[in-house]
C-alpha cells in the first residue's frame, strides 16, 4: 500500500503562485508514475498534470498548460505541482495520485490516492 499526503494548498489571490507537495511512503516511489488531479465543487475530478517515473515525460491539461509545472525528486519520495498565474477557475481540491507503469490522463489508472488540499483563488 502506498500513502500519499498533499500540503501547500491555500487562499491566494489571481495571479499568484503556489506550490502543492505530495508526499509519498509505503511503496519504492522511482517506479511509480505520478500525477496530479483537482476536483471543483460540483464538477467531476479532472486531469491536470502527470510525470513519469524518471521524470522524462509530462503530460498537461490544457487549461494548465504554460502555467503549471509537475516534477519529482526521487531521492525525497515527494512529488511538486508548481502553479503560476492562478485563476479563480484553478479553485478546487487538488489529489496527487500514483500509478505503477507508464504516466496516464485518465484517473481510472491511478491505484492510490491523497485525500487533497484545498485551493482557493480569488479574484
Known amino acids: 500500500q502506498m500513502q500519499l499526503v498533499e500540503s501547500g494548498g491555500g487562499l491566494v489571490q489571481a495571479g499568484a503562485s503556489l506550490r502543492l507537495s505530495c508526499a509519498a511512503s509505503?511503496?519504492?516511489?522511482?517506479?511509480?508514475?505520478m500525477a496530479w488531479f483537482r476536483q471543483a465543487p460540483g464538477k467531476e475530478r479532472e486531469f491536470v498534470a502527470a510525470?513519469?517515473?524518471?521524470?522524462?515525460?509530462?503530460y498537461y491539461a490544457d487549461s494548465v498548460k504554460g502555467r503549471f509545472t509537475i516534477s519529482r525528486d526521487n531521492a525525497k519520495n515527494t512529488a511538486y505541482l508548481q502553479m503560476n498565474s492562478l485563476k479563480p477557475e484553478d479553485t478546487a481540491v487538488y489529489h496527487c495520485?500514483?500509478?505503477?507503469?507508464?504516466?496516464?490522463?485518465?484517473?481510472?489508472?491511478?491505484?492510490?490516492w491523497g485525500q487533497g488540499t484545498q485551493v482557493t483563488v480569488s479574484s
Open positions: 495520485a500514483a500509478r505503477e507503469g507508464a504516466a496516464a490522463r485518465s484517473r481510472m489508472a491511478y491505484n492510490y
Open positions: 509505503g511503496r519504492t516511489f522511482s517506479v511509480y508514475a
Open positions: 510525470i513519469s517515473w524518471s521524470g522524462g515525460t509530462t
